[in-house]
């Protein structure tokens, strides 16, 4: 054995031996010619499908909402015994007392400020009990209240979608998509908060179409994951997307038509905002899009006002993911699975069978927030997709990934990319 020092390989070093200086030199090139040369090359590699995903029928029925893994946690599953003490208040406390970065009182205020408004607007189940509570599943705030009387809105599904796209990107949507309503993915059931009755979830049958909507996190914040930093910034978009349906829907009853405000709860989000187009499934369970990776929170709305769909896309996500990887080995819970493989189905009470993707094991996610007293993003934040999205890199990311593979994954970690930041650091930024 040689007494040498091992030499330490630099990223400079791990370009040349792979020969992605080539690559990365000749996207620079082409990133440094302008914004729009460089959303041009991104928009090349996005394209239009009319097949996201494979569903077998004979196993995809409606899921009930009572089986997310939240309404299970404060409905008493023994899966989740004391795990909500654990998240809330026990872990948190020791979390505080030993001083820990990321999980001081400091942070822990800023998490509860950045809940209270999803809170308050929150609708439906356990977790989220402002219609459970108020009107149940009668759905009677859906109807049309157009201002003054006055005739109903009447344009071509061009003209409505453009208005409500519109409208939605000033209430604060960073991404809006449109879909004919597809009633799979509508949940069959809930269970009220204030009397934890199971009743079931049903909406008129003229409600044909769905707006998508996703609100983009901080950047910075998520890459402080696990911490309640992190967190926090996770709770803030659970409370915009929360008023943003509030909002549309708001929008659409003054145009003269009925409108249900969704936020995470009623249907499931990540399937329908596949089909209005936002963007594709992911190893993590998470949507994926061009834009903002997997760094998102969707919220839609259901209506009866006729509007022109988006078709779904593909940039070769799926592909990826199948050799990526570095989600799955970045859970602390092991709760994502490296098979190369999808499935039909997944190990958990809260996966609902009948599409073929990578099933993510919620139970053991969900564990690991309470021994951690803390929400946990570490797979959104080791995403090779999750990068600032005018940074050359990540528009170098959206073509090349797919291409690449386990090379852009090691060019991905060469840079950096997925390393833990400092809470510390987060709260000494100065934000313009």
């Not at 409505?160 to 059931?189: E, I, N, P, T």
Request: with cysteine.
């Amino acid at each position: 054995m040689s007494d040498k020092p091992e030499k330490k390989v630099t990223r400079r070093d791990f370009l040349k031996g792979t020969g992605a200086v080539a690559i990365g030199s000749a996207v620079a090139a082409t990133m440094g010619k302008g914004r729009a040369e460089a959303a041009g090359l991104t928009d090349l590699a996005v394209r239009r499908t009319d097949k996201p995903y494979d569903v077998d029928d004979s196993k995809l029925g409606r899921f009930h909402e009572m089986n997310t893994c939240f309404n299970r946690l404060y409905g008493g599953d023994p899966v989740f015994a004391g795990y909500g003490e654990k998240w809330n208040v026990t872990n948190p406390l020791q979390h505080m007392q030993n001083n820990d970065e990321g999980y001081s009182v400091v942070d822990y205020a800023l998490g509860r400020a950045a809940e209270s408004v999803g809170n308050k607007l929150s609708f439906a189940g356990i977790t989220y009990n402002y219609r459970a509570e108020s009107k149940g599943y009668s759905f009677e705030d859906i109807y049309p209240e157009t201002p003054l009387g006055v005739p109903k809105f009447e344009g071509t599904p061009e003209e409505a979608a453009q208005l409500v796209k519109r409208a939605a990107k000033m209430f604060g949507a960073s991404l809006v998509g449109v879909a004919k309503f597809d009633r799979k993915w509508l949940y069959s059931g809930t269970i009220y908060a204030d009397t934890y009755e199971v009743k079931p979830i049903e909406l008129p049958n003229d409600m044909q179409w769905q707006i998508s909507m996703a609100v983009e996190m901080e950047y910075e914040a998520i890459k402080t994951s696990p911490t309640k930093t992190c967190s926090a910034n996770v709770a803030w978009a659970y409370s915009l997307q929360n008023s943003l349906a509030v909002y549309v829907a708001e929008f659409i009853k003054g145009l003269g038509y009925k409108a249900a405000a969704c936020g995470n709860d009623t249907a499931l989000s990540v399937p329908m905002a596949i089909d209005a187009g936002l963007g594709e499934f992911s190893r993590m369970g998470m949507l994926v899009t061009p834009e903002y990776g997997p760094r998102v929170r969707l919220c839609k709305v259901i209506t009866d006002l006729p509007l022109a769909p988006d078709k779904p896309i593909s940039f070769g996500v799926r592909e990826f993911c199948k050799v990526c990887k570095k989600c799955a080995t970045a859970c602390p819970s092991g709760a994502i699975t490296d098979a190369d493989e999808m499935t039909w189905e997944g190990p958990s009470k809260s996966n609902n069978p009948g599409v073929k993707k990578w099933y993510v094991d919620v139970d053991k996610c969900l564990q690991f927030w309470g021994d951690n007293g803390s929400d946990c993003t570490n797979c959104i934040a080791s995403c090779p997709y999750n990068k600032l999205y005018d940074h050359w890199h990540h528009k170098a990311a959206i073509p090349l990934a797919p291409v690449l593979g386990r090379a852009f994954v090691e060019l991905d970690d060469a840079f950096g990319y997925g390393e833990q930041a400092s809470s510390h650091q987060w709260w000494q930024q100065k934000k313009k």
